[in-house]
Structures are given as C-alpha cells and as structure tokens.
C-alpha cells in the first residue's frame, strides 16, 4: 500500500507518493486550486484511480507555530481535512507537523540551482515530500 503527502496551501497543494514498499518518497505534482477545494479533492480523486486505489493514508502537513501552537492556517487545514474524511472515509488520514518543510524545500532547491521562476511551481510538492519522509521515518521509529 502506499501513503500520500499533502501540503496544503491557500492557492497550491503539494502532493509526493510512497513506492508501493513505502521506502521513498517522490514528489508528485503541484495542484493550483485558488481556494476552490473542489479541484484539489477532483484531483486526488483521479489520483487514487491511477494508482489502483493503493492509496491507504493521507498525510497531510499541519502549519504550526515554532512554539508548537497551531496557527490560523491550521483550522483551514482542518476543515479541508474534514472534506477528506468526508470524500474518502476509507483512507486513513494523519496529521504531521510540516514546521521548516517550505524552508527546507527551499534550501533544496537553492543547493540544486533551481530557475526562481520554477521553484514556485515546485516549493509545494518538495514539502510534501518532506512531509511524506516525515511520516515514513515515524512509522519505522515505531
């Protein structure tokens, strides 16, 4: 089976996939959605088609405060999160905290000389990698 990252933004949404052993992570895509839910939930929808329903978990990344409180993104996050679990009541969802993630995508990308006018486009789905990884090193911890 394999876990979905997903870093969720106001206009983007990272999204990076495990290999079916669930030891890499790869970044997936970037889905520009300008607030419309709808699109992003389309989206994964048809993701989940292509990979022969072997999508068993959502990870998504929870914005928090380097303090650990929540910040206001995160009850944005929370109700998109609540559409999940409404579309798709069979995929697990856990929730990780994504502090530094668009830091350190950034930081990849400046060590890989990224075009700035790509990294825009990218920035998304490198954190939901890093998301992804998040989650893969927690569950072999366990």
Same mark, same amino acid.
């Given at each position: 089976?394999?876990?979905?990252?997903?870093?969720?933004?106001?206009?983007?949404?990272?999204?990076?996939?495990?290999?079916?052993?669930?030891?890499?992570?790869?970044?997936?895509?970037?889905?520009?959605?300008?607030?419309?839910?709808?699109?992003? !939930?389309?989206?994964?929808?048809?993701?989940?088609?292509?990979?022969?329903?072997?999508?068993?978990?959502?990870?998504?990344?929870?914005?928090?405060?380097?303090?650990?409180?929540?910040?206001?993104?995160?009850?944005?996050?929370?109700?998109?999160?609540?559409? !999940?679990?409404?579309?798709?009541?069979?995929?697990?969802?856990?929730?990780?905290?994504?502090?530094?993630?668009?830091?350190?995508?950034?930081?990849?990308?400046?060590? !890989?000389?990224?075009?700035?006018?790509?990294?825009?486009?990218?920035?998304?789905?490198?954190?939901?990698?890093?998301?992804?990884?998040?989650?893969?090193?927690?569950?072999?911890?366990?």
């Amino acid at each position: 089976m394999r876990a979905l990252g997903i870093d969720y933004g106001d206009a983007r949404v990272g999204i990076s996939i495990t290999d079916p052993l669930g030891y890499t992570a790869q970044g997936l895509e970037t889905i520009h959605h300008q607030g419309n839910d709808k699109i992003v !939930l389309r989206r994964l929808e048809e993701i989940i088609n292509k990979y022969n329903n072997e999508i068993d978990t959502f990870v998504i990344g929870m914005p928090i405060n380097m303090n650990g409180t929540k910040t206001e993104r995160a009850e944005v996050t929370e109700k998109f999160i609540h559409k !999940l679990q409404c579309k798709f009541n069979k995929i697990k969802i856990v929730r990780i905290d994504e502090r530094l993630t668009t830091v350190e995508a950034h930081k990849t990308m400046n060590f !890989l000389n990224v075009n700035k006018f790509k990294k825009r486009d990218i920035v998304d789905t490198i954190s939901a990698v890093y998301i992804l990884e998040s989650y893969m090193k927690m569950q072999k911890n366990n």
